[in-house]
């Protein structure tokens, strides 16, 4: 269980970093040009929210093929 952890908190350790990259960049972007970009970049994030994520899950591997 502990060799597991250590794997499970490596990989959400990353994920976390890209998020709050990914994030950071998109805020900083919206913030530093503002107006449309702004505009645009908050109706994308809007739609990404709408949908529960299990739903958006289920969907892509449906898409995608289970491979």
Do not use: H, K
């Amino acid at each position: 269980m502990l060799v597991g952890a250590r794997y499970t908190l490596g990989v959400a350790l990353i994920a976390v970093t890209i998020g709050l990259g990914i994030g950071s960049a998109l805020g900083l972007a919206a913030g530093y040009y503002g107006s449309w970009t702004d505009m645009i970049l908050m109706r994308l994030i809007d739609a990404l929210l709408a949908f529960p994520y299990l739903l958006l899950a289920i969907v892509i591997v449906g898409a995608l093929g289970q491979g």
